[in-house]
Structures are given as C-alpha cells and as structure tokens.
C-alpha cells in the first residue's frame, strides 16, 4: 500500500494561572490528512471547561470539516459533558452530545448523518464506498453499561464491488448481560444475509448464540478480500448456520450448499468450475463432496474434514481425486520462469492445522501437458563456446538488466509432489526465452519429487530420461540446428529447479562430398568420387548444469569411404578434428549452414574464413530476397560473421535504397547498424532525384553521419557530428578535353537559333 508518514507533529502546552493553552499540528500528505487544533482549557470550582479555537481546521483524506462555533466539553470529577461538539462537511455530519458517566439517568450520545465511509479508507486495506446514518446512545457505561444503536449503510462497496445495504440494531440487555444484535444485508432488492443473536462477555466459552440465515449470497462478495489468489469468483452459497462458542474458537453448526460456481486461480492461470456442500457440527466440519471441472473437461472430486479441537486451531483432513485436471494454463507473458499447460492424474491429500497445511499428492502428468523452463535471472552475460551461444547466470558483470519476476510468498503451506513424468507430457527447457531460443524440446519418462517447506523455499529431487526430442542451438546468432536428440540423455535434479544437471547427447545428419577435404580435387584419380556424397553425423553433448552447459562436438562419418584414397582422406580429417578444436568447429559449422566440407588453406585462419565467406553468402541470400519481394528495394550488407561475434551489430554494414516516381526518387541510407546509439542507427541518409529523363542533371539532398574513428582521430561518441547539405550534379561522357568544350559550344549557338 502507500507508504504512511506522519510529518510536522507537534504537540505544545501553555499554562498560565487557571488557563492551559494548547496546540496540536500533524501531516499526512499520502492520505491527504492535515490536522491543526488550538484550544484553552480553563480549571474552574468542580470542572474544567475545554473548547477549540476557530482556527483550529481538521483535514481528513482532502476534505475539510467545520467545528460548531459554540461547542465546548465539561470535564467533572466522575463524568464528561459534550456540549455541540459537532463536525461537518457539507451534508456530512459527526455530533457527540450527553454526559458519560456511571449514573444511568444520564447518556452520551451519537449521531452520524450522510458519513461517506471512505473518510476511513486509510484504516483499510480496501476501498470502501458508502454512506452511513447512525445513532448510537451509551448509559451507565462506567458500571453498567446499557448501548443501543441504529445503523444504516447504504449502497456499500469494497473494490468496487457492490455489497448493496446494510441494516444493523444493537441493544445491551442489562439484565441477562448480553448484547443484543439484528443485523441484514440487502444487494439488488433481494435479502442475501441474515444474523440475530446475542453477545455474553462474561460466559467465555458460551459467549456466541446466533443464527445465520444466508440466501442466494453472491460469492463474488469475497473478491476483495481473496484477490490475491482468486479472480472473475461466480456462484452462489445458500446456508442455515447456528453460531455458538467463544470469539477465540467459534462453532458453526448447520449445512451449506454452493452452486454453480466458478473461480480462476490467478497464480495457476487456470479456471475451476465447483458445487458442493457441506455439513457443520460442534466436532467440526465435514465436506460432504465438492466437485470440480476446469474448461478442458477435466475434473476432481474432494472430501474430508475440517475438525474441532479445544484450545488447538482447526485440523484438516481432506482427500482429493484428480482426472486429467488442468492444473498449469500459463503463458510467458504471465509467468517468466514456468508457464505451459499442465494436465495430471492422481490424488492428493489436504492434512494439519489451518495456519501450517500440509499438501501430499501423488500425480502422473497426461495428454496434453506442454511445459516450459524459463531459465533466465534479472542479470547474464554472453560467452562463447565455439560457435554456440549460452547465457551464463553466474557471471558477475551485467549487460542487460532485467526486472525480477515477482515472487509469490507460500509460508505457513508444505507440499510434497510425487510426480510421474510420462511421454504424454511435452516439455520445453529455455536458456534466452527474450529470443526464442530453445536448447532442450521434447517427451521422457521419470519420477520427480517436488517440496515446498513451510517456509516458501522450493526444491526438486529426481530424473527425466528423454525418449525423444531435440537441442536446438545458435551458429553466428542467424543460424539454428535441431539436433536430434539420442538415447541414453536425461536431467538430473538434487536441489533446486534451476539447478539441474544435464547429460545430453545429440545429433545433426548430413549428405556431404570429400572434394574439400582433399588437397588437390583436380588431379585426383577417381573425379567422380568428388562428387559422391557420404552420410555424415555431427554429434553434441551437453553436460553440467542446465543454465550453464558444457558443450563438445563431434564429426562422425556413418558410412565409411571405400576407396584408398577418399579412405585416407577421412582417416586423416578424423585425425585432425581429435586434436584442433578450431577446426571442428569450422567443420561442424560448415556441415550446418553451408551443407559441406570447407576448404581450409594450409596456412589459412580456419575461423575467420569461414566467417567471411558465411557472411558473404548471408548478405547475397538477403539481396537477393529483397528483390523478390520489391523490385524497386536495394539491399547491400557488408556481414562478416566472425567480426558479427566479436563486435555485434556495429560490425554490420547495411545500405538500403528505395526507388518512387518509376525510378526518378531514390531514398537510401548507408552506414554501420549499431542500436546502442541512435546516429550510427540512423545513418547516413540522402535523397537523390533525377532532373532529366536520362539522369545527367540531379539534385541531392543528404545528412551524414561523421565520426572521429572514420577519420583515425581520437574522441568520444558524444563530439561525433552531422554534415549536411544539398547538391547539383551533371553528368556527361567524353575521350577528349575539346569534346567537352565544342559540346558546350554547340549547346549554346543552338540556344541563338
């Protein structure tokens, strides 16, 4: 809620001879609450006359209330007389009149007229909005007490949910010493609660007796005070209730039946259609069943007990049976670490007291269960491991920051979830979800045990070996590759969630020709077996921990060369790839882009090769896509992978050109892509159009974007400038000089003809 602070509080005291002046300031600028009181109390014979001065103003939540200029309040030796003690603010009205005191003849009264009951807002959670008209008259209330009240409160509502009118009447029975209460709700004409009774303090453990009439009672009047959890709360609860016990330990006892309800738990992003009834006895409550639906036809049935104990809270014991009930129906918008689908059968037992349940269940998940692991934190870094990107959770140093999820507070609930994960489920572990990158999808089988201790904290205990899916990971940012996922591969977890251990084999297979491998394909003895291709696995293997995974390559050729010499030719490349890692990388990120070997010089930088000629084949692909899809549109990008990895998008030169008026307009832009700053994502830009027909005559207008390091001279980003400006341009063709000048000779006696 808003925070609260109480500024400017003063309280001061004047006392001279028989008068006492006194002043009293304090602010409360979130809540609107400004209080400055100045009074004298004068001591007289037998009492003490107190009354506030004029300038006293009172403020509460930003409406101010007037005093009664001629009030004034008479302290005695045994009683206290309030003499026109009278707020108001408009029609509203606060008055306090009578005497209290011990003798019953005399009363205290008061009277509140047309109060809006949001004046108390900032005594509440909610939000409440109402008017009350009110008496209440108090006698004898230092001995013996005698109350009687009138209570009206119309159109109430908390949240801005309409509760409708409430009608409440108290009066103490002095002779049997209780207090009587008749109190009624009425919402859209319609009576929906109804409690008479009475109140005896001095029986402690016998004090309640009432009768609880409930009819038709929305149960949407629990919105606000179940928001947290539930939400879109329909149906209706029809109830007889006797109300016996003490306020510490209250017995209910009578029957209740909700009908056609609903509610969506908000935390699960699941909606739950119910009835039941139940039945409530001074041993406790008893659930007679409570059937469940959710919106995929799934459903559960509960029952139990909820029992009485003297001097203990209430203990639960209830058991629940589950079918094919979704129980997970969120999404990644809702949820950043699990969200998906999740269906289970299987039971579950609800036991202990009321403020420390404990929650055991037994499940299996079923058809239709899609899951997705969202392993992200507010903090990564980016690191490599060849050519695969991973997010690394432990580096100390962010780049990007990220707003936490919020988490959800579960003390004083233990559950322990023994989860049967069957290959109906479908699951999804996601490392860089911003970015749609998938490293683990799939089905397996396993058992996991889920605990929530009693205070919040989370663990899983377990395996899931997968019997089918696949990895699929990032070459250069651009390029992904499912890998098939191969038997044997499982996730362990010994702790937490996110903490799981991975053993993942996986591979990519693809037809490739041994010509680049072979140190001279044109004096080769068998040109035709440059041409045949053999069948070729790329292997991977993720080991450690499932935010951070280890990754190895392999190459592996399925079907063996049967000539001598391509024989050789693949003995030696396993050879090699055994012992340079930069090599298999190459290779393998060759075989997955490019769909074959790469040719490597002797003494060629294998990396950054590859980089170039990927990049150059990335930029033709783009060009050429771009002519498809408009003829008048030009791209030119200047991509090298390698420096792409290295340095990011600055490292990207993108020119992009647009022709209007059948060719005569062209808009383009050239420069570095870099989105960190918005001249080097803008660019150069320029606006050229033709005068003449055939385009010697131009005009040009352009805006560019000049930086120190494009000169080689030193200076911050920040002094980088814009050169800008409009030109005209001629254009003609000549072999001599003296062509240029006759032309110009000849244009101009043509002019005087």
Known sequence: GTERTTDNFLVAFDWQNDQIGFQHTWDQASQQHHISLQGQAKLLDQTTEVALLRSSTLQVAGNLWRIHP???????????????????????????????????????????QDFAISNLNTFFKQKLVGVINASAALKGTLKQPLIDSELLLQDLAVDGLLIGHLQ???????????????????????????????????????????????????????????????????????????????LAQPQLIGQATITAAAAKVDYLNTYYQFEGALTSTAKGIHLTTLNLTDDKQGKATFQGTIAYQKGKLPQADLKGTLESLQVLASTIQ?????????????????????????????????PGTEIFVALKQPTS??????????????????????????????????????????????????????????IIRGRGKGNLNIILDAEGELSMVGDVALTEGTCNLTLYRFFKTDYNVLPGSKITWYDRPGRGILAVKAAYEQRATLAPLMPNTRT????????????????????????????????????????????SVANNFQQRIEVDESYLNTQVASLIIAKRFFQVDKFGDSTKALGSNMGEFLANRLSSLAS?????????????????????????????????????????????????????????????????EDGSLRAKLYNKHISHSHYGISGNKEEDIFSGGVSVIYTTSFNRWKELFRRRRKTKKESVE
């Open 70 to 112: 001629s009030h004034c309040i008479l302290l005695g030796p045994s009683w206290t007389q309030f003499q026109n003690v009278e707020f108001d603010n408009g029609p509203q009205k606060v008055k306090l009149s009578g005497t209290l005191s011990a003798d019953p003849k005399t009363a205290l009264y008061l009277q509140l």
């Open 168 to 246: 409440a009447h108290t009066h103490w029975n002095n002779p049997r010493q209780c207090l009587n209460l008749r109190l009624q709700v009425e919402r859209l004409q319609k009576q929906i609660i109804a409690i008479q009774g009475f109140y005896t303090p001095a029986q402690k453990d016998h004090s309640l007796q009432f009768d609880v009439q409930l009819t038709h009672t929305p149960l949407a009047l629990l919105t606000p005070f179940v928001k947290d959890q539930l939400s879109q709360l329909t149906g209706e609860l029809n109830s007889t209730l006797h109300i016996q016990g003490s």
């Open 334 to 366: 809702s949820r950043d670490y699990v969200y998906g689908t999740g269906i289970v059968n299987g039971e579950l037992a609800i036991t202990g007291p009321i403020n420390n349940i404990a929650i055991n269940a037994h499940a299996r998940t079923a």
């Open 381 to 438: 870094t980016m690191v490599k491991k060849g050519f695969v990107q991973f997010v690394n959770f432990s580096a100390p140093t962010p780049v990007q920051a990220r707003v936490a999820p919020p988490t959800v507070t579960l003390k004083g609930l233990q559950l322990k979830l023994t989860l049967e994960i069957t290959p109906e489920a479908q699951n999804e572990i996601i490392l860089d979800s911003p970015t749609g990158d998938t």
């Open 524 to 567: 080769t003895s068998n040109p035709s077996a440059t041409r045949e291709k053999y069948p070729v696995q790329v292997q991977l293997a993720l080991t450690g921990h499932l935010v951070s995974p280890a990754v190895k390559f392999g190459i592996e050729f399925l079907q063996r060369p049967k000539a001598p010499a391509e024989q």
């Open 628 to 692: 498809l899809l408009d003829e008048d549109l030009d791209i030119d990008a200047n991509v090298d992978l390698t420096e792409l990895e290295n340095k990011g998008l600055e490292s990207l030169q993108l020119n992009v050109s647009y022709r209007l008026l059948d060719g005569r307009l062209k808009l383009s832009r050239e420069g570095n892509v870099n989105i960190d700053t918005s001249e080097d994502l803008i660019g150069s830009l320029a606006a050229e159009y033709l005068l003449t």
